[in-house]
């Protein structure tokens, strides 16, 4: 199958890391693949042109509306001529439904990532254009059920299908524990990881207000963030007036994030919102215990008590409270909880299994368009 990919961006988010891991595997088995980024190209477009998958853009202004990229994709899609054509996030997902007419795209599926992908208006383009994709899915339960009840996608056209964690490559790494801590400035203090970018979502100033609190009961704690964003800086000053300064290491942007999880002790997501977060499946594949807000998909990934901590969401006293019931348990508990996640986490999110599930519905669809065109086609 030629099967072309139409993501908003190229960035280090954990939606465009699972489009990048699509193509990777969907090429290795056999078929074409090509990634579309509205906006000009991220991070990403480098390493999936390392990987030989064929890349390109529209060239759009982010936040800046431009109709000529309908257009632009109009014409590259008519050039390559995909089977299948597979949006990811709200930008990439509309402006895919829009350009359906104009092309004869045999299938299209449209993926949502988010448990909230902005306000009524954008619901409302969602449930205008329905009709014109084949199939939407959605990355979690809670996700699917926040979209049926707005109405913003009926629940007959609505399938969920989860994210993909490559297994093989997070695991525990114990060998590379010492030198990684050791890079750090971490001695034998209990390391917290948290993992994305600088943005609201993720509300890192309620992480930072919660670490304020365990310091304050654990001062032998450490807490390091690995990322980018608009945020940072915010951050930075957040952490030196709560005198974490010395506590707090901001990593930046960093590619070796599942050797990076090796060093950790456990890992905490402070999330307002989330869908089904790429880097929680990541964790928990590490065999990191999880302390993690109940936003999203979260819970379907760590069921509390079993594989880690769940906590309200925007409660700083929660979250640290729940860090420091982590940091008290004896270390065959912690690891316990962490093999435990590593095991939910092949049994249910496996991306070799979410693939096989990718290919059976892309054959589903494209037998079921080719069955509709015979059978029009007889009726002539």
């Not at 014409?75 to 390559?80: G, H, S, T």
């Not at 940072?232 to 990076?260: H, I, N, T």
């Not at 996640?341 to 092949?346: D, E, W």
Request: include cysteine.
């Amino acid at each position: 199958m030629r099967i072309a990919f139409l993501a908003t961006s190229t960035l280090m988010g954990g939606a465009e890391v699972q489009v990048l891991a699509l193509a990777d595997q969907l090429r290795a088995r056999g078929h074409e693949t090509i990634i579309i980024s509205l906006i000009p190209p991220g991070p990403l477009d480098e390493e999936a042109r390392k990987l030989g998958i064929s890349t390109d853009s529209l060239g759009m202004r982010p936040g800046v509306p431009d109709p000529r990229a309908l257009f632009r994709l109009a014409r590259k899609l008519r050039a390559w001529q995909p089977d299948i054509l597979h949006s990811h996030m709200v930008h990439a997902n509309l402006l895919a439904r829009l350009v359906r007419p104009l092309t004869h795209v045999p299938v299209l599926i449209c993926t949502v990532h988010n448990m909230d992908e902005g306000g009524a208006l954008r619901m409302g383009a969602y449930r205008l254009t329905n009709r014109l994709a084949d199939l939407t899915t959605i990355i979690s339960h809670a996700a699917a059920d926040r979209f049926a009840r707005i109405g913003a996608i009926p629940r007959d056209r609505l399938r969920v299908l989860p994210n993909g964690v490559d297994i093989s490559r997070f695991r525990p790494r114990p060998e590379l524990r010492d030198a990684l801590r050791k890079e750090l400035g971490v001695g034998d203090e209990f390391l917290w990881l948290a993992v994305g970018r600088f943005e609201p979502a993720k509300d890192y100033p309620n992480l930072l207000s919660a670490f304020a609190e365990v310091i304050a009961h654990r001062p032998r704690s450490a807490l390091a963030l690995a990322g980018q964003g608009f945020l940072r800086e915010a951050m930075e000053r957040q952490a030196e007036s709560l005198g974490l300064k010395a506590q707090v290491r901001f990593l930046g942007l960093r590619r070796d994030v599942p050797e990076l999880m090796s060093a950790a002790d456990a890992y905490v997501m402070s999330s307002a919102w989330e869908g089904l977060p790429m880097v929680l499946l990541e964790a928990a594949s590490s065999g990191l215990p999880i302390v993690a807000t109940d936003v999203g998909g979260n819970r379907e990934v760590v069921v509390d008590g079993e594989n880690g901590l769940l906590v309200p969401p925007r409660d700083a006293t929660a979250l640290a409270s729940a860090m420091r019931r982590a940091m008290g348990m004896p270390s065959g508990g912690l690891q316990r909880m962490g093999a435990r996640g590593r095991a939910r986490a092949s049994e249910q999110y496996s991306l070799s299994q979410v693939v096989d599930t990718w290919e059976t519905t892309y054959r589903e669809l494209l037998d079921g368009r080719s069955a509709q065109l015979l059978a029009s086609s007889g009726q002539r």
